[in-house]
């Protein structure tokens, strides 16, 4: 059976990423102290604690200056 490359990653509360569901639990179980089980996270997922970011959509918004300028001043 063939691995299939994930399309998103998942943004954790305390701004880390995590490529997969296991990789998420394993850092939120280091920084909680006790273990994150695979539901609780799929949980967490769902309310919006966690959020599952398509990778795409990360490339293209890291990349695109069209709708963020950090040399802009909010005062013209």
Known sequence: MESQAK???YLLPNGEM???MKQGTEKMSIVKGYRISSKT????VKVG???????ELLIST???NEH???????NK
């Open 18 to 20: 995590a490529g997969d």
């Open 62 to 64: 890291a990349n695109s």
């Open 49 to 55: 604690v966690v959020k599952k970011i398509e990778k």
């Open 7 to 9: 399309s998103w990653i």
């Open 68 to 74: 963020f300028n950090p040399g802009e001043t909010l």
């Open 41 to 44: 996270f799929r949980h967490l």
